[in-house]
Structure formats: structure tokens, C-alpha cells
């Protein structure tokens, strides 16, 4: 705070507020002041009126708090929702989703493809995977590609089956891996590694050249947009997509020469298995072409396993009732001690998926690969879910210097809890080592929190209310495993500072404080008073990034294309 008048006054003055800074030096407040899209002052209301002028805008918060603008850590603004898919979240059996595709059908009766999002696996009695056979009464001689919540795999029917050349002898896709029957040696028309392959530059490739119009430029940007949109509306003031090829890039340029792009973006890359240091080059250009406050590309996304819900995330003792399975690594220990010693080498930070304890511990012994070879640094690489970690590696996160980046709604019990995949596939006897938000922050690593979107619901509100009391979104039944509970405080750092640091935005983003970006949100509600069940529902109804108002009365202002 200054106690001098200033020269010129502000663009923009908040008063009335009660600000939550994030920053430890001025932790509360009344008023800001912003010129020029930062943050010049922040002090007291008895001291705002210095800063305005004829032509400042003043906004009357009405005493409701103010907070940093989220900045979400994981978030796939390009994946979802798609408004031309049949949308299956909720749809908890077959029935329901024979039910559901059957409507869609009937609205669309000259769709060349069927096209589902948001399948849970629990939906499939007996805790076996999906087939073909289970989509063809409803799907006919139409091909249809159904991809589950995760988007780790996707569902085929036979007529997708046939258009995809998915044989006996072609299970190694562009797309995936597809899994065979054992007896008959025949695809089933489950696809595994979906996210792995699918979702890469030469897998959506393959897809759009197959004719598969989820794939499309055109339902990629309207996905992107409406993302966008929504990322905004709750808040978000900083997207980090966490896995893009470098053919995606012109998606965000468009978003932004479109006034799409309110929120700011950190695009990181996808570095599949067998990229090239021709392709490293590439991205060492793309992360100096993209390096502005609105549009930063840089961080290399890797995977060191999949998911625990369809057994293929790698842990160290087997899964519980499946024998000796264990899941597997994308790559052994050791191949992958080398490969990030090497990223590490040329200055890249890494986000590594890793949701099993033994992928986990993978990610974290590489690490300390790289920094006994290469010297330590200030890396800040990411274990990315962090979903079951075994407590011997607890500590290690802070003494490597990884951050931890997770998602809180992940460990809900109506979405992970006892009767879910999750849940029944680690089984009790580890139940404890889930989503150790509190262990990992007591330990003193960095927690950078975020949504999975689409994986999970967007809005901020609904990650804080889970890592609060760990409870179900409709508040009913028993918290599950609350002795990982954080406080609405550490929450909130957790979406705001800890995901700042955890992609070296603190100087700039994360708290508000003098000479930072002037991102900031006003909410409905004081989500650090209020009772914890009532922080879902709680809105944003103003949200200002760089000094202008994006959303007021709790509506987004339209869109303006850039000159």
C-alpha cells in the first residue's frame, strides 16, 4: 500500500470489498486499484477515492469478498463438452445409455457417425469392460465412438470396428490399443491408451482422416470456445491445457483474434513416446513464438500410466481380486529416468500423469535421476493426479522440488469412494494412500489445484467444497477418507498462489498484490465464513482480468474480435 497520491488515477477502483490477497505481506484489504491492466494499489476504502478520476471506473463490491482470479492447473478446454455427442454423464447403466443413444438417434436420423462422451465404467455390470455387442442393438450398422469420462479409452461397435480396420491383426492403433478377446483372439471393441495415442498430433490425425467428425477442426474450436466461455463464467482467469500438439496451437490464436480468449492459457505440449529432438526443436520455438501474458506455450506433458478404473494405472501391490495384476509404466524405470534426465538437460518442465503409487514413485526416482545428473534446479516439474501415493513418497515431493497437481473432485465418494471402480479396485486395505491433499501439504509440497475438466466439473467452487469435507456434491452421506481435508484457505492458495508457483507465475499471477496482473474475482458468497456445504452454488459475479471487466452481474460480457 502507498500512502502517496498518485500522478494519474486508475482506470479501475474496487471498493467496498473484503479481499482475500493471498499475500502473506497485506493478507486483507477493502479496495484495489488498477492502471494499465496491473494492480497499482491495494489498501483501504477511506484511501480508494485518491485514485479515481472523471475517468475511472468505480465498482461497489456491496461487501462481498474478493479473491485472486483462479488460475485452474488441469483443464481441457479443448475436449469438452460437445454439443453433438450423446452425453452419458449420469447415465450409471447399460440401460440407461442404450436409453439415451436411442433419443439422440431418433433426433439425428442421418447422422453418419454416433458420437458419446462421458461413459463411466461402472456402468458395466460385473466390473468388466464394454464390448461391441453392447452398443450394436442401439447402434445398428452405424459406426459409433463412445469415450469414456477420462477419455483414456473409447467404446466401438462393430460397424466402427470395420470403418477403423480394427482386426485381430491390427490392435496397435494411431488411436489406441485395442484389447482382444482371449479365447477368440478377436477386438472386443474396447480401445485402451485413448488418451495416450488418441489424443496425440498423429492419433487425432488418423482420426480426422478416417472420417471421424469428433476429430474435425471445426467441432475441436467449438468445443474450445464453449470451454472458454465457461472457464471465464466461474472465474478461471488462467486455463492451463495441459496436453496439445503443436497443430492445435491455431485453435487458441483463433480464440484469441475472436475475443474468445478472456481467460489467459498456458498450453502445454504433448510428448508422446518416440518424439524426435527434431520435435523438441519444434517446441523450443513454439514456447519463444508463444510467450506473451495471454497466450504461453512451454511444459511437455507426458504419461507414466493410465487409470485406476479400468486397472491400468501401475501400482505396487496388485489390484484388489485380479491375481498378480499390478498395471503396467508406458516405459520401464529406467528408460524413464533417462528420457526426463534428458528434458530436464534442455530446460523443459514436465508434467508426468501418474495416478498409481508405483507410477508415482517412477516419476518421483526420476527426478532425482535428473537432478543427480544434471545438478538440481528450480525445474518445478508435476506429478499430475497424484491419486494413490504411497506415504514412504510423501516427503520426497518437497525435497525434489515437485509439485503435486491435483484434482479434489476426483476424491468424492460419489465418484471414487466405496461401491465406486476406484475404490473397489484399490480396495480398503489402501484406501488411505487416496488423494493425500493434507499429508502433501503438511510435508510442505506445493499443492497446484485444478478440475481435469471434462473429466469433472469446471467450476473452482466444487474442487474447494471437495477438498474441504471430501463429501459428495449433493452434501449426502458419510465424508470419505476426511483425514485428507484441507481448509477453505489452503484451498483457495491451492487454486490461486500454488498454481501460480507451479508454473512459474508467481511474479505475476496468483495474488493480489502491487505490480501483478489485475486478474480478480468477486463471488456471491464469503466461501471462507460461510457453512462448506454452502460454497457450491456460490458464483462469480464480477471477474476482471488485466483491469477489464469480463463478466459483471454474473454474465459474460460478449465477445469482441480483436483489430
Known amino acids: 500500500m502507498t500512502s502517496t497520491t498518485p500522478a494519474t488515477p486508475a482506470d479501475l477502483v474496487l471498493t467496498g470489498a473484503r479481499v ?133 479409452t473409447a467404446w466401438l461397435n462393430t460397424a466402427a470396428l470395420r470403418v477403423l480396420d480394427v482386426t485381430r491383426d491390427r490392435t496397435d492403433l494411431p488411436f489406441g490399443t485395442a484389447v482382444t478377446d482371449p479365447e477368440t483372439g478377436e477386438p472386443t471393441g474396447f480401445v485402451k491408451d485413448f488418451a495416450v495415442k488418441g489424443l496425440s498430433r498423429a492419433g487425432h490425425r488418423a482420426l480426422r482422416e478416417l472420417g471421424v467428425p469428433w476429430a474435425s477442426p471445426d467441432r475441436q474450436y467449438g468445443r474450445l470456445a464453449k470451454s472458454l466461455d465457461d472457464a471465464i463464467a466461474y472465474g478461471i482467469t488462467t486455463v492451463v491445457e495441459p496436453q496439445n500438439s503443436l497443430d492445435d496451437l491455431v485453435l487458441f490464436t483463433r480464440a484469441r483474434a475472436e475475443g474468445r480468449l478472456r481467460s489467459r492459457i498456458v498450453a502445454a505440449l504433448f510428448h508422446p513416446r518416440g518424439t524426435t529432438d527434431a520435435e523438441l526443436d519444434e517446441f523450443a520455438w513454439a514456447a519463444k513464438e508463444f510467450a506473451d501474458d495471454r497466450l504461453r506455450v512451454g511444459p511437455l506433458k507426458l504419461y507414466i500410466d493410465d487409470v485406476v478404473e479400468p486397472r491400468t494405472a501401475a501400482l505396487l501391490e496388485p489390484y484388489a481380486g485380479c491375481g498378480h495384476h499390478r498395471g503396467d509404466t508406458f516405459y520401464p524405470p529406467e528408460e524413464f529416468a533417462d528420457l526426463l534426465t534428458g528434458l530436464d538437460a534442455r530446460g523443459f518442465q514436465c508434467f508426468v500423469h501418474a495416478t498409481g503409487d ?146 512459474f507465475l508467481e511474479g505475476e499471477r496468483g495474488s493480489l498484490t502491487v505490480g501483478k496482473l489485475a486478474d480478480f474475482v468477486v463471488l456471491s458468497r464469503d466461501i471462507l465464513r460461510i457453512d462448506p456445504e454452502e460454497i457450491p452454488g456460490t458464483v462469480a459475479e464480477t471477474v476482471v482480468v488485466g483491469g477489464e471487466i469480463v463478466v459483471t452481474g454474473g454474465e459474460v460480457v460478449p465477445a469482441r474480435p480483436r483489430d
Open 20 to 152: 482475500h490477497t493471498v499475500d502473506p505481506e497485506l493478507p486483507e484489504a477493502e479496495a484495489i486499484a488498477v492502471r494499465d491492466g496491473r494492480i497499482v494499489w491495494v489498501g483501504a476504502d477511506a484511501d480508494a477515492a485518491r485514485w479515481t478520476g472523471p475517468g475511472t471506473t468505480v465498482v461497489d463490491a456491496g461487501g462481498r469478498l474478493v479473491l485472486p482470479g483462479f488460475i485452474d492447473a488441469h483443464n481441457h478446454v479443448r475436449l469438452g463438452s460437445d454439443d453433438a455427442c450423446v452425453q452419458l454423464a449420469g447415465a450409471r447403466t447399460l440401460d440407461a445409455i442404450h436409453e439415451r443413444i436411442t433419443t439422440w438417434r431418433a433426433a439425428h436420423p442421418d447422422a453418419r457417425w454416433i458420437e458419446a462422451e462421458a461413459f463411466d465404467y461402472s456402468a458395466i455390470p460385473g466390473g468388466r469392460m464394454p464390448t461391441a455387442a453392447d452398443l450394436d442393438p442401439v447402434t445398428g450398422d452405424t459406426p459409433a465412438l463412445v469415450l469414456s469420462y477420462d477419455v483414456h
Open 358 to 503: 508405483r507410477g508415482i514413485r517412477t516419476v518421483l526416482d526420476a527426478v532425482a535421476r535428473a537432478r543427480a545428473v544434471n545438478g538440481p534446479r528450480d525445474a518445478r516439474h508435476q506429478v499430475v493426479h497424484v491419486e494413490c501415493l504411497d506415504p514412504a513418497d510423501t516427503p520426497r515431493f518437497a525435497e525434489l522440488g515437485v509439485v503435486a497437481c491435483m484434482q479434489p473432485r476426483h476424491a468424492a465418494p460419489d465418484i471414487a469412494g466405496p461401491g465406486q471402480d476406484w475404490a473397489e479396485n484399490i480396495g480398503p486395505d489402501r484406501w488411505h494412500k487416496a488423494w493425500p491433499l493434507r499429508s502433501l501439504h503438511a510435508a510442505g509440497a506445493v499443492l497446484a489445484l485444478s478440475s481435469d475438466w471434462n473429466v469433472a466439473e469446471m467450476d473452482p467452487m466444487v474442487g474447494i467444497y471437495t477438498a474441504v469435507t471430501r463429501r459428495a456434491l449433493n452434501g449426502g452421506g458419510e465424508p470419505w477418507t476426511p483425514e485428507e481435508t484441507i481448509d477453505v484457505a489452503t484451498a483457495v492458495e491451492g487454486y490461486t498462489m500454488g498454481s501460480a508457483y507451479a508454473n
